[in-house]
């Protein structure tokens, strides 16, 4: 029997890699709904780090050259998006020694869906081994894992008002992985024989972002869906379903007193087992 997709390196460390891109701490949730008090983010401690590390802006580019090498380190895999704004460098090595990750942003009116069937497209007619996954109208992300390098790129989308902000990352996750992913924390729920389970906390403005990705093995969709609503009703919170249409998933909004978070649930066709992938954010003194 072939595993689920989900235990291949390349679709764990993309499904982790889209949370610290910062897209996917913000699945389901609104930019200002994150915002909880006045602390920096870890992002904006990184990016203020690189500023004091170096001031020099390139003649005429109005940008640093952290940011230029950024902006290298993550444009040159993909082509400029056709209906694309300015791409900006975002932060680059914040998650500590041994994991290289840069993460650079543009904007775009076209929808989520716009933007990863154009680089879909593109990776394929390359022939490169897509992963991809659309957590819902709004938010997914598609790119590639290269093996010989044990880096995974990706183009990662988050659909806010009537644009879409399209994060472009390059990272290199394994040790980061093997150094934060063997437990979930206390009080994060997460469903009864999740396996391979890799979990990821995030600090950003008054609040921390928990992600946790697994898989449910040798199970149908609609069990699993069953017993984890069942399971979150149990433990006291709300719990809120949407199907997708044409999609073998289903989204679990959750919320209980200063938590909010939104759960995605997906069975690929043929496969016997069950992605599941949780966004949790607990604000500042949330029990």
Do not use: C
């Not at 904006?44 to 802006?57: C, G, I, P």
């Not at 609040?207 to 017993?227: M, S």
């Not at 998933?249 to 496969?271: H, I, K, N, S, V």
Request: hydrophobic share 40%; net charge negative.
């Amino acid at each position: 029997m072939l595993k689920s997709l989900a235990t291949h390196p390349a679709f764990r460390t993309a499904a982790v890699l889209v949370s610290v891109a910062v897209a996917g701490t913000l699945i389901g949730m609104g930019w200002e709904e994150a915002r909880y008090g006045g602390t920096r983010t870890e992002l904006e401690r990184a990016e203020a780090a690189a500023d004091e590390l170096d001031q020099e802006t390139p003649r005429g580019s109005g940008r640093s050259k952290q940011d230029e090498a950024i902006l290298a380190r993550t444009l040159s895999y993909f082509p400029p998006y056709p209906n694309g704004g300015r791409p900006e460098a975002l932060a680059a090595d914040y998650l500590g020694p041994g994991t290289p990750i840069a993460v650079s942003w543009f904007a775009t009116k076209d929808s989520s869906d716009q933007v990863l069937t154009h680089y879909r497209k593109f990776l394929l007619d390359e022939g490169l081994p897509v992963v991809g996954l659309r957590f819902n109208d709004n938010a997914g992300y598609v790119g590639y894992w290269v093996p010989k390098d044990d880096e995974v790129r990706l183009m990662s989308t988050l659909r806010q008002g009537d644009e879409t902000i399209v994060f472009v990352s390059s990272a290199r996750m394994r040790n980061y992985l093997e150094r934060a992913a063997s437990r979930v924390p206390a009080g994060v729920p997460v469903p009864k024989g999740l396996q391979d389970a890799a979990s990821l906390s995030l600090k950003m403005e008054g609040a921390t972002n928990v992600t946790v990705t697994g898989r449910l093995p040798d199970t149908a969709l609609p069990d699993a869906e069953q017993a984890y609503a069942a399971l979150l009703r149990d433990q006291g919170w709300s719990v809120t379903e949407a199907r997708q249409a044409g999609f073998q998933e289903t989204e679990l909004t959750l919320t209980r007193t200063g938590l909010r978070g939104q759960a995605t649930l997906r069975q690929p066709a043929a496969q016997r087992d069950v992605e599941f992938h949780l966004s949790l954010m607990r604000a500042q003194g949330a029990p």
